[in-house]
């Protein structure tokens, strides 16, 4: 259906021919596909839930794969701006050029930014009350190797200063992610893993969303010291 090349190899947005399921595929690795998609929703849901603000919530999320977290989070009247960072230009073209059924991201609240999540993250301060990350099938199912520092504590002390006080990061994992769990826990607070039954075809499984929220109120702990977390 399309295909680009890009750093990270080849981009594939096919219809599979055994189902007729739409799906996406980055560096040879499956990334999704839309047949399920509740727990990407389900990403978003859990995030807008745990956060407190009740109206003029903004968002960023990384990344915009076949878009359904995002259309969760357009569903919601409290969300009034959402920044998607999408690493591969040719998927955000593919669906501004209507490759993607539904795609939003010609809703007005949408801004696009298109490059590594991180850059964005490690530009902003106090900028979000939600972040979603789902760039990969979580830490221990990378889509590239680039992403391994996204689960590691410098990310997510950035992703703790990105966010408002009181703003939520949510972390989408098809496994339990015992480390980014530790290193959440010891950054932010009210942290929670949610265990999301899933069937693929006759088997049945669990996928996960991690959330963490940044206190409302500064706390003192040693890491707070540092001003900034730069990118290592
Ligand atoms: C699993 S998909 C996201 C699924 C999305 N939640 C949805 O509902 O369709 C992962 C997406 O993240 C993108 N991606 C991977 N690494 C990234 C990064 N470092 N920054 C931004 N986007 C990234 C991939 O190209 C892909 O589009």
Redesign the pocket.
Known sequence: MANAFSD?GE?VLRRRGRDGALE?R?NGVF??DDRH?ST??D??RLALGACRARSGVRVL????????????LLGCPRTAAVTV????PA?VQWHRDGLVPGSRLADPRVTVAV????A?VYAARGAWDVI?L????GPDFL??D??AA?YRRPFLHACHDALRPGGVLAV?SCSPAPDLAEALEAIFEDCKRHSLAVTLGSRDTAYFVLLARRPAQRRSAPWQGRRTHEPP
């Open positions: 990270r981009v996406l980055v990334v999704m998609t990407e929703r990403l978003a999320v990384g990344g915009l794969g076949l878009g359904h977290s995002l259309d969760e960072a999408e690493i591969e998927l490059g590594d999540v991180a964005v979603l789902d760039v990969d099938n889509v590239h680039g992403n996204i989408w």
